[in-house]
């Protein structure tokens, strides 16, 4: 169940219990029903048993015969009827057999420890196949009549009966743990739904404070539940504490770094002509070009722990646009903006204006005369987020391949007449991947360089 919810996880894995239940619930009462019918059953064989012993044990008449009842039941009467009764000598030489009218001609027979069950009473109790392959039920029992012989007296029933009212039973049984099962699945349904509920509307509220359309968990809940809201937004809080005092510490540690820094810078150029004060100006603007670097990548990393802040793309492309088309007036750069105006990006807007601008000041400062930017969205896979793509196009020189390496570096720079430190895409490449984007360098279709910044989306 990979992937699945708690409510489904619960739903599924509590019909699971309750069809294992009644299912074991419904083979016992089963069985207890069967072996309560099979007893019904068997005393009522005893007691035509004891009735054709009882007789059996009268003296004989004048004829020599011994006269047999009907034992009170019309079925042994009637052939093949499926009620029987038979007795017949177990000790001496000649064969004595008698049996009921029903059993017609054939014999029934007798049970051994295989088939049968011996009581404590002497009596022997089974299933036999009796005439017609009739399934029967069948007691008997060996009765010493003294000087008259022993005798096996065995009396059998149509166990269709039995078959039939356990069957009805479990017919009964089955719809009823049926509409019992639909009953507990609807209610554990329910249960799930309802039950669950305040869950669902903190998953919300998260998924709503993650995408800026909330700042915090809002709204009554549970006492089981409060705590946890409770909780989670003390932790946004301090969250958003703990990204203020390292914006604090960033910002204090660039003015303390940057004075000591200037002062080196000066008092070198005071002695400009001294080879150790030109080495000193050397190292001096590498320690520069370094912290300016890690103190933004830190203030940069600290925005981006920042949780629920959401950007509209457009708005701020368009500035970009406005912005870069002034100071580029004297060249004539065109800029186009074109493609989709939803994206919104996962983060703060001068990180996204940061990025952008960088990519956009590089095309206009090697553009002949056009820059090309457009938006682009890429919807949501099962192994990542929603991401929107902006790519920047011009019409310059372009790069090679080995130039396009080195240029994303920190620092370097390809040409030295075009104004900048070297760190705006290397910036721009740190930032992105802060943001789980990247940044990539190609050959732009109208002849100069394409970078594509993709970046997530809201």
């Not at 149509?158 to 356990?166: C, L, N, P, R, Y």
């Not at 890690?294 to 793309?313: D, K, M, Q």
């Amino acid at each position: 169940m990979r992937g699945s919810s708690l409510a489904t996880r619960l739903f599924l894995s509590a019909t699971a219990w309750v069809v294992v239940i009644l299912v074991i619930t419904g083979f016992v009462l089963s069985s207890v029903y069967r072996q309560a019918v099979e007893r019904s059953f068997d005393r009522r064989l005893n007691l035509y048993l004891r009735t054709l012993i009882a007789e059996a044990a009268t003296p004989e008449d004048s004829t020599g015969e011994r006269q047999f009842q009907s034992l009170g039941e019309p079925l042994f009467e009637i052939p093949l009827s499926g009620w029987y009764w038979q007795i017949g000598r177990v000790d001496g030489d000649k064969p004595d057999v008698r049996s009921s009218r029903s059993l017609w001609d054939k014999q029934l027979p007798k049970l051994d420890d295989a088939t049968g069950t011996l009581t404590a009473a002497g009596v022997r109790l089974g299933y036999v196949n009796g005439p017609e392959e009739q399934r029967l039920r069948i007691v008997e029992r060996q009765v010493d009549f003294g000087s008259d012989g022993k005798f096996l007296v065995t009396v059998a029933g149509d166990a269709t009966e039995i078959f039939d009212e356990t069957r009805t039973f479990d017919y009964y049984l089955g719809g009823t743990f049926l509409t019992l099962t639909l009953v507990l699945v609807f209610t554990t349904i329910f249960q799930v739904r309802f039950g669950l509920a305040p869950l669902k509307r903190i998953s919300e509220s998260l998924a709503a404070i993650r995408s800026g359309r909330a700042e915090r968990l809002e709204g009554r809940f549970p006492v089981e539940i409060a705590p946890l809201a409770r909780e989670t937004n003390a932790l946004i809080e301090a969250n958003r504490e703990i990204v203020e005092r390292a914006r604090t510490h960033v910002g204090n540690l660039a003015h303390a770094i940057k004075t000591p820094l200037s002062v080196i810078v000066n008092e070198a150029n005071v002695h400009g002509d001294d080879l150790f004060a030109a080495k000193v100006l050397e190292q001096a603007e590498v320690m520069r070009s370094q912290v300016a670097h890690h103190l933004e990548r830190a203030r940069i990393a600290a925005r981006v722990t920042v949780v629920g802040t959401v950007t509209e793309v457009a708005p701020v492309i368009d500035g970009l646009r406005r912005t870069m088309e002034k100071i580029h007036r004297d060249r004539d750069i065109a800029i186009d903006v074109e493609g989709d105006a939803q994206p919104k990006f996962r983060g703060e807007r001068q990180d996204l204006e940061e990025m952008v601008g960088n990519l956009v000041d590089n095309a206009c400062k090697w553009a002949h005369s056009r820059v090309s930017i457009e938006i682009l969205t890429e919807a949501a896979t099962s192994d990542r987020p929603p991401m929107f793509r902006i790519v920047v196009d011009d019409d310059g020189p372009g790069l090679a391949p080995a130039e396009r390496a080195q240029v994303a570096r920190r620092g370097q720079r390809l040409d030295e007449s075009k104004p900048g430190s070297g760190l705006g895409l290397s910036i721009v490449i740190d930032l992105a991947a802060l943001y789980h984007g990247r940044l990539a360098l190609d050959s732009a279709p109208i002849g100069g360089l394409r970078a594509e910044l993709v970046l997530p989306a809201a």
